[in-house]
């Protein structure tokens, strides 16, 4: 089944750990290991690759343009946290021109995704969207030869501190930016994750200059608040890239994830939201006991059942893995080595009762149909 996963930050680990996406995972990891580098032991061994894309399906990634503050900065080494307006906007052009750096050295692996008619060309390369299993390992070996098909970018702003004014919106338009989301922590726009708030003046001028150029809004990380104040002030489409329900995380109470008030409210502007397959947003006891083998896939089942219970459809479920971001391996599922295992959930969805069309439409067919609306 072809795979859109809804948020990677890919741009953040290029600057920040010198990681190369064109390799496997696993040369990835054993480079890394050789090295005192330190993207190991903060963010864990990586879950990506272009091999594992291949093997796993996965044609199209909403890539992330992410900035954190410096207040919240996990360590020396993490260069691209923020104290200015102005370092926010630097930082952010760097991953922007990282991404175009990455499709121009290697066109046959990767492309920028910004039209209809990109997108057109990028699904007549994995056509069929629907496909038999290949041969066990097939397109991980082929791939490793350098054979595959080309994964496209859809460049996501996650923290617009780097958005000095609305009148530069037009900038990160064709600069390939199609989908923004206004916070990760609390920013002058809203608050964000730990630190809650309403949507500021500011915030609102933000949500008008995006609908002007009709990018998608990216709900993640925003404060309950600010997220239903914006689900009533956005026009245009509506996501949540990368966030799970509340619901099923017993004695949580961060605002990082969905309350059923915020589930139902992005129903009813018929959005998105792709469910986060990280341990920590799928049992609530996991940091706390380091257990991993209490983790299974089911979980990341239930998360999207969950959904897809509360609209009545499978049209508003879909997958945002956040893989890479701040976490690897031991922080997913036991039955997730790379992000080609993500095809497990298919006959785990199946035997839920799932038709394949709506395991499709979980798969691709609902990122695929907001997409439409907001490229050109």
């Known amino acids: 089944m072809f795979l859109i996963d809804a948020h990677e930050d890919l741009a953040w680990n290029m600057l920040s750990f010198g990681r190369d996406y064109t390799r496997s995972a696993a040369e990835t990891r054993r480079l890394e290991a050789q090295s005192n580098a330190p993207a190991r032991q903060v963010n864990g061994e990586t879950l990506l690759g272009w091999p594992d894309y291949q093997q796993g399906r996965v044609g199209l990634v909403f890539s992330t343009i992410y900035i954190g503050p410096k207040r919240r900065a996990i360590g020396a080494w993490d260069k691209l946290s923020y104290e200015?307006?102005?370092?926010?906007?630097?930082?952010?052009?760097?991953?922007?021109?990282?991404?175009?750096?990455?499709?121009?050295?290697?066109?046959?692996?990767?492309?920028?995704?910004?039209?209809?008619?990109?997108?057109?060309?990028?699904l007549r390369a994995w056509e069929p969207l629907k496909a038999p299993p290949p041969e066990s390992g097939s397109a991980y070996r082929a791939a490793l030869k350098g054979e595959g098909k080309p994964v496209g970018l859809i460049p996501l702003i996650e923290n617009a501190e780097g958005v000095r004014s609305p009148e530069e919106l037009s900038d990160w338009w064709e600069g390939g930016v199609r989908i923004i989301g206004p916070a990760w922590a609390g920013t002058r726009f809203c608050g964000g994750t730990r630190e809650p708030g309403p949507l500021t003046p500011e915030g609102y001028a933000l949500l008008e200059g995006m609908a002007a150029h009709n990018f998608a809004l990216d709900l993640s990380h925003m404060d309950e608040q600010a997220a239903l104040q914006a689900l009533d002030a956005y026009p245009g489409v509506i996501i949540a890239s990368h966030a799970n329900a509340l619901a099923l995380l017993p004695g949580v109470e961060s605002n990082r994830h969905l309350t059923d008030r915020l589930i139902d409210g992005l129903i009813a502007r018929d959005a998105v939201i792709g469910v986060v397959p990280a341990n920590p947003f799928l049992d609530p006891d996991w940091r706390t006991h380091k257990q991993k083998e209490r983790v299974g896939l089911d979980k990341?089942?239930?998360?999207?059942?969950?959904?897809?219970?509360?609209?009545?459809?499978?049209?508003?479920?879909?997958?945002?893995?956040?893989?890479?971001?701040?976490f690897g391996v031991s922080t997913v599922p036991r039955a997730v080595d790379t992000i080609a295992d993500m095809q497990k959930l298919v006959p785990m969805l199946a035997e839920k009762g799932y038709t394949q069309a709506d395991i499709a439409a979980i798969f691709h067919g609902n990122w695929l149909e907001r997409l439409r609306r907001i490229l050109p």
Do not use: N, W
């Open 300 to 326: 990341v089942v239930a998360q999207i059942d969950y959904i897809c219970q509360r609209a009545g459809d499978a049209h508003h479920a879909a997958l945002g893995t956040d893989f890479d971001g701040g």
């Open 84 to 122: 200015t307006i102005e370092e926010a906007h630097r930082f952010s052009k760097m991953q922007l021109d990282a991404y175009h750096r990455l499709v121009d050295a290697h066109p046959e692996k990767f492309r920028l995704i910004g039209t209809r008619g990109e997108l057109d060309s990028l």
